[in-house]
Structures are given as C-alpha cells and as structure tokens.
C-alpha cells in the first residue's frame, strides 16, 4: 500500500525506540507527534493513520480510552503496546480501534500488514450502511465465529469466538492467502470445493447461504468441520463492499452423524456391509464390468440346516457360527471381491475380475469347502456346510437386484439337490425367476380381486368312516396361470408378509363355510382344520381376528383346528407361545402338522398345548413297504394314546395304508383314497349323502 501519513499520539514513554525506528520505515511516509491525546487539527496535514500509546501518560491525560477513540472515529486507530501489556492493546480494539500492535515483538513486515489492514477495515466500516455496521457489531460480540473480508477478500474483522474455534491465536492476523483457501474441503474433508463455491468468496460476492458445511483445515490442527452462513456487506447505497460469514463448529455433530450412517449401513453382528451397502457397492461394481468389459460374478451363500443349529444349540451358539463364517468369508476373499450379510443365515459376495466363469466356480468351490470346516464355538464343535448360487453378469442381468435373485434361485436349486454345493444360475431357471416375480406382483392384488379359493378336503373317523371335519387349502386362481396350489405361492406369502391379510381372510371364510354347512345340514359337530404359517403366530393380531371369525358366525370354538407346522413349537420364541396360549383361550383346537418330518420338542407336546396331530404324508406314502416307517407310525400313535392325543393321518392313498391305520388305531384319516379336496359346492352334495347314510368310504370297507 506504500508510505503513509502517520499520527503519533504519545511522549514516547515506554516506545521511545520504536518511535525511531518507525521514522525509518518505508510504510511511514510522513511522522507527526503529539503528546496531547487529542483529536488533530483537521486543517493540519492529511492523516492516514493515528497510532496511540496505550500507556501510563494516556490514563494521565484525563481522557479515557473510549472517549478518545469516539473523538478520533474519522481515522483509522492502532493501539501500542508491550508484550507485557498486550490485554490494553485487546482492550483498545474492543473499545474500537482497528487494530493493536504489540512493540517489542512485531516485525516489520508484519508492522506494515497491521497498518494495511487498519487502514481498509476503517475504511469498510465508514462505507457500511447502518444496518450492517450495527448488525456487525452485534455479530462480533456473539459466540458463532464471525469473520468480515473486504471485497478483494482481505480479512478485516475475526471475532475472538471464530479464532478459538479456527484455532488463531490472538496475535495472528489470516492474510489474504489464509482467506483464499479457508474452507476449501467438503464435509468429507475430501473432495475440494471449488474457488468460486467457497464460503468467504460466496459473501464477498453477494451471495446470501446458510448451513454451508465445509472443513478447515490447518496444518498441524484436527480438521474443523464448520456450518456455515454468509451474505453481502453493502454501504449505504446499497453498493457490494464486502461479505462476512459466521460460523459453528459443528465437528463432533457430523463426525456422529458419519458413523451412524456408517453403522446403518453394516451388520450389527458380523460388521459386514448390509443388504443396502451391498447392493450399492455391487451397482457399482456392475458400471465397473460395464466400462471394462470383464464379467463379474455374485454368490449366494445361504447355510443348510442353520436353523437346526439355532434350535438345538441356541441362538448365541448360532450367531457365534455367523460370524465365523462371515470371517472365513472376508478372508477368503482376494483384493477386489467383496462379500455382505444378506439376512439371517444368508451371505452375498461378489467376484470382480476372475476371468472365465469355470475360475468363479472354482471360488465357489473353495468357499463351499472352507466354510464346511469345523466350526470351534466355545466347547462345541459345529458343522455347517453351505449351497451356494452363482450369477455372472452380463449374462444373468445388468442389475444388481436381478443378479442376487437370480444367484438366490441358483442357491435355491443348489440347496434342493442336497446342499453343500454350488450351482450355476441357467436361462432355464431364469424362466422361474421370471414366473417368481410374476406371482410376486400378482399377489399383491390377489386378494382385492378375489382370486384365492378355499378348497376342503374330508377327514373321516377311521373306525366308523364318518366325515367328521374338512381341512381348508388355499389355492389361487391365477388370470394365467391358472389354479396354482399353495406350493406355487406360499412362500411368497410369507416372505412378503401378505401371509397376514390373506391368512385372516382364510380363516373368516372357512369359519363362515363351516357355519353355513353346519346350519343347513343341522351337523353341529362338523370340524375345520386350518393351517396357519409361522409367521402369523408371530402377529400379535391373529388372536383378535380369530375371536372375531368366531364372533361373526357364533361357531363353537372347539370345532375349528389350527394346524401348526411341529418345527414352530421347537422354535420357543415366546412371542409365538404366547398367541398359541392366546388361541387356546379362545376354546379352538391346536394340532402339529407335517408331524414325523422334522425335530420335535417331546416335552412340546406334554406343555397340553396341543390337542392332537397331523401324521405327514411322507410316511403314510410309503407305510406298506417301509418298516421303520411302520414303526414310527405305530410308536407316535401309542405315544398320543398317553399324552390324549388325537392322531390324523394324511395322504392314505391305498386301502392298504388304511388298513394299516385303522391296525394301529389311528383316529382320522385323510387322502385321495378317501376324497380330493374340492370346492364348497361339491363338500355339499357329500354332506348331503352323508346324512343320508352314505360313507364316503364305503368301498372296499369291511
Ligand atoms: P398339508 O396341511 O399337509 O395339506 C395336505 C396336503 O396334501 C394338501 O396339499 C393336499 O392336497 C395334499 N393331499 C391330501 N391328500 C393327499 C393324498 O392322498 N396324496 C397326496 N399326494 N397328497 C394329498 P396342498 O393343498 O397343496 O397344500 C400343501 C400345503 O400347503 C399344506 O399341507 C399346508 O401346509 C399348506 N397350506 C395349504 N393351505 C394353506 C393355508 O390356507 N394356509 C397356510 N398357511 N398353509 C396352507
Ligand atoms: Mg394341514
């Protein structure tokens, strides 16, 4: 800025030194003294800048600091002090000068910065409108940092809030430089903003923001993460002077943020990458394949028989076992490949540059084998082995959401041949993809458009052959596909939750089916069994929803039978107990389905929870030829027989199965031999033989 016309107020009593030297330096051009402390003639010399002695002589004078600098606000002021002294240098700015100079230790350059700096900020205040200058002055005073730059971007007010945050000492005065790449980073601390969207510019240039995220950065310092807001500074002709900016601190704020969504994104109990980040990383890695040309390739890993582990070991044994499978995983994995948790036992990696797809087969190979190793938990051995799907994109789909349905299909596949095995996804099954998402869709409206049908099925007394019940199965009347059979749709119901909806609507319209029949046939006794899935027991509305089924049709409870799948009751989840005790309540029966397939809790069924079960069809099926099936037939018999039990048996296709039965005094039988299960209408006219005297299983009966 060159020399200027200096004023120096002051005898020069504790600077007499500096007094020299500063007549000496080329940023004074002209040096008037005057030890009056007083407001200078005004036709006297022209004043650039008034230095004054902050000392003893000052307090002498009479005059106190701030009525001194009032009667000098048409100059730009700096205050001098010593080092020892500096909180009077402090004190002056507050009270209004532009800027204070310590003697014994400032430089030359430095010396000349200050003056600089004094003489613009005096002159940027004296072109402020009103309303800036008074709201600058509150500003300053507050505890959101505030910084005001001219429009060359010069620094020329830091509150002392902004300094501690920024981590400024008192003494240092940011140049235009500092201004220039102050807040240069992104919240990620990462990625630069550009010159023209940075805070300080914005504000200089006009533009009014608020919450503007961005970090500091300093050398030696932690990374300050600032929230930002900023507008123009106008004089009073509403011309642009400069902008200022105020500030929070707000590090830690982000810094938690970051990590809660960094731990909405991975699994709480393997740390691996959940469904979401996955599928995310997996988008990525397919833009990747597409710009390079080179296939990638996703697995599906799902363990056989997990749930066999949770049930017999317990749930902490089994999370034990995932999350050594998912260490196997990451350490089995090369530089590149990267695996996620999909969802209970169920696993996802992805393969990126293997080469041929024999090499993806080979990977999976491998994992098929590391992960059937010896799990060591606590003072348990566990094994587990895993079905593992393949899908190579291009081939099996440009999405990542089409690639992991089509490597499930594959896990699928691989899981029905017997497990422990990979299997590669084909365009066959790609068909059943398709199929799969058709029903998927369809059956969201297939309940508003009326298009599932209950079909019954008799069950007779053995020992007389009279029908005494029906059971109720569902099937689904498809615009294209036709009638498909539960098998078809079931688990699509389940897994997408709409098991509830239609499940209610299950069981009011076998209970009304039943109450009409049992009116106009004048059958009181006329039973229903309806199955239920074991996610409907974990719905705290199925009691309701059954209370009101029966409400509606003033049916005595005691003729309707839940039919529950035997693995739910192993499954003790108190939940699913509690709605089971809630049904029973409620006077309706409870029997265990498919019973003989899977493990059974003995003391399950000595709780008097259960009323009687369901013998499965598999080992009915067979029953002629099969001793040990015969024995277990007999032995689950005589065990109902001591616990009270009623026993059913289905899928008796053969009057020898029946006979069989009846050898074993089984109670209830159902299957072919006896009826298919058809609509209402047809159940009427057998109801109406049947009252008539006509069994439905008169032939061939002794
Ligand atoms: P389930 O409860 O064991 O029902 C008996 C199944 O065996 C029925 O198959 C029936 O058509 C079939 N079946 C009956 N007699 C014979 C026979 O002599 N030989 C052969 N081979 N099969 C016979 P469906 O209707 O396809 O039902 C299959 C399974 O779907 C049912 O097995 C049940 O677990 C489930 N399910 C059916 N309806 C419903 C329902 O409304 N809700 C729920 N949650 N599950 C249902
Ligand atoms: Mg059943």
Redo the contacts with the bound molecule.
Sequence with gaps: MGGHSILYLGRGEFAAGYLEKLKTLPVCENLAQSEQFSVPDPAGHRIDLILIEVGPALVQSGQTLPSLLNSLRLYPVVALTTREKEHRGVAAVRAGAQASICIDDTGELEQEAIFDHAIQRHRLLARLSDTDSSVLSILSSINDGVMVVDQQGHVLDINPAARSMLGLSSRILPDAEWARSFCSYTADGVERIEPDQRPLYKARTGEKFSNQTAVYKMQGQIDVVLSINGQGLYDSSRSLVGGVITFRDVTDIVRRTVELEKRAQYDDLTLLPNRRLFTRHLEKAIGRSQRNGRPIAVLFIDLDRFKSVNDTLGHDIGDQLLKQVADRLTKNLRIGDFSGRWGGDEFVVCLEDFGDSPNAAAAAQKLVLVLSEKYEIGNSEVYATPSVGIAIHPGAGDQAERLIKAADLAMYQAKKRGGNRFQYYSSSLNKKLEQHEELEIGLRHALVRNEFV??Y?PRIDVNSGRLIGL?????WQHPRFGLL???RF?SILESSGL?HST?EW?IETACRQLASWQRHFELPDLAMA????PQ?LLHGRLVESVRQALGDTMLDPGCIEF?I?DGTLVDDRSSQLETLQGLRKLGVRLSL??FGTRDISFSSLDTGVIDSF?L??SLIQDVEFNDSHQRIVRAAIAMARGLNIEVAA????TITQFEFLRSCNCDLA????IS??MQAEKVSSILRSEIAGTRLLSRGMP
């Design positions: 209950l079909h099925q059971e109720a199965l569902v099937r059979p539960p098998a079931l098991i499940g299950i309806i199955n239920l899935s409907q039919e799948s389905d498919h369901v499965d069809q289905e899928g008796v296709e159902q299957g072919f031999l298919r299960p």
